[in-house]
């Protein structure tokens, strides 16, 4: 079965600085990756999916950027943190079936 | 665009009672998944319906998808307290998973 390693669990950044958070997946090859953003209360936005290496599907137009440098490794990333950006960030793969357990981001 | 309406937003209930909740899409899905997620954790996958009319158990739930491909519901029968949660449903097709907006129960004793 598949993991998925998200890190780190919080993290508080100021305004204006860089993000990058990190999805590892273990247990399969080629899959399909998705990053989602939740705010408090709310549902699972998708931001970004891909489907293989160098592949990006970008959802939501915003201040983020999404990469996939190796099969089982996606990336999220930003040059300058907006307040808004704070929420809990999700990774997903393979269909939906796993789920990684998250990284709640404060923009201070 | 394509858009995905899960209802009811939330529900209050006594624990013993049944629970119904229901996605429709105004799309065609191959596949309806129905997850639940505990606060601060992500989502768990709880059932996965493939085939359309398919109706599908797991323990005290029971989902079904929908004959026209475009809606699944979820029961929950004689809930208990560890049912509280966020339940979402995601219909899928190739690439491009997305989420209703959840339903978030809460069982008294």
């Known amino acids: 079965s598949q993991t998925i390693h998200q890190w780190p669990a919080t993290l508080v950044q100021p305004v204006g600085s860089p993000l990058s958070l990190e999805c590892t997946v273990e247990g399969t090859s080629n899959p399909n990756l998705y990053w989602y953003r939740q705010a408090a209360g709310r549902g699972l936005q998708l931001l970004f999916y891909s489907v293989g290496i160098g592949q990006i599907s970008s959802e939501v137009p915003q201040n983020l950027s999404a990469s996939r440098p190796q099969d089982r490794q996606f990336i999220l990333s930003s040059k300058k943190l907006l307040l808004s950006d704070s929420g809990f960030y999700l990774c997903a793969c393979c269909g939906g079936y796993t789920f990684g357990s998250g990284t709640r981001l404060t923009v201070v | 665009g394509q858009q995905l309406n899960q209802s009811p937003q939330s529900m209050f209930i006594q624990e013993g009672e049944d629970v119904s909740m229901n996605c429709t899409s105004s799309?065609?899905?191959?596949?309806w998944l129905w997850y639940k997620q505990d606060p601060g954790e992500g989502p768990v996958l709880l059932i996965a319906?493939?085939?359309?009319?398919e109706l599908t158990s797991n323990g005290r739930l029971t989902a079904q998808f929908g004959i026209t491909r475009k809606d699944s519901f979820l029961n929950i029968s004689a809930s208990i307290p560890s049912d509280v949660g966020i339940y979402f449903c995601?219909?899928?097709?190739?690439?491009?998973?997305?989420f209703g907006t959840g339903t978030r129960l809460q069982v008294f004793p």
């Open positions: 319906l493939y085939k359309a009319g």
């Open positions: 995601a219909p899928y097709n190739t690439d491009k998973l997305i």
């Open positions: 799309s065609i899905f191959n596949t």
